[in-house]
């Protein structure tokens, strides 16, 4: 019997074999919001399984190969293999390789649901063209009209030594689907 038809078994199950599958699978989650704190000390730290899972989901994902395309204005896809943006891409930061970022934001990701790409404008230690990885349990949204699925963000907050306020135009945020209310209005991932 295949994986696929012993899933599918499981709906046939009492809900306490299936609760006790993905509780063993990715620590003590429930259908509920939980912190992303939570998610990274329970799953990804605190689960062999959850780890080996991510860990390997998030190697070969960022091992895949990339390139730059351009489409020029009569249609056409240009390959970009230097210049200032394959460099800001392909060589993020000083500390990590564009494979090393991308496993480590796909591990959050997969944990969380969230990465974040932040590039600033204005340096605070890196270069402007640079590209690093933020950890999700440290950003904040801030909308500009609170408890609102309308609103915008405003702006983002780190919460690290300093809180330090991050303009939009500064992050790029790779959020998993959250259908639920409060994940729409505090832009969180699921």
């Known amino acids: 019997m295949g994986f696929s038809n012993w899933f599918r078994g499981l709906r046939n199950q009492p809900n306490k074999i299936i609760s006790s599958f993905f509780y063993q699978l990715g620590g003590a989650f429930s259908a509920d919001n939980i912190q992303d704190k939570v998610a990274i000390s329970n799953g990804y730290m605190g689960s062999e399984k959850w780890y080996s899972i991510s860990k390997k989901a998030a190697e070969v ?13 009569n249609g056409e896809d240009e390959v970009v ?8 891409i392909f060589n993020p930061n000083e500390e990590q390789s564009l494979k090393e970022l991308f496993e480590e934001q796909l591990i959050y990701y997969f944990t969380t649901g969230d990465s974040y790409f932040y590039s ?34 405003q702006s983002y907050t780190l919460e690290d030594l300093n809180n330090i ?11 998993m689907t959250n259908p639920s209310i409060n ?3 505090n832009r969180e991932g699921l």
Not at 81 to 88: A, C, M, V
Not at 165 to 175: D, S, V
């Open 183 to 185: 994940g729409i209005i």
């Open 61 to 73: 994902s960022a091992g895949l190969p990339y390139k730059l395309v351009i489409e020029k204005e």
């Open 120 to 153: 600033p404008i204005e340096s605070i230690g890196y270069t402007s063209n640079s590209i690093i990885g933020l950890p999700p349990q440290l950003i904040t949204a801030n909308m500009v009209t609170e408890g609102s699925v309308l609103s915008k963000v």
């Open 165 to 175: 306020n991050i303009l939009p135009e500064e992050m790029l945020h790779i959020r």
């Open 81 to 88: 293999t230097s210049g200032d943006l394959y460099d800001k």
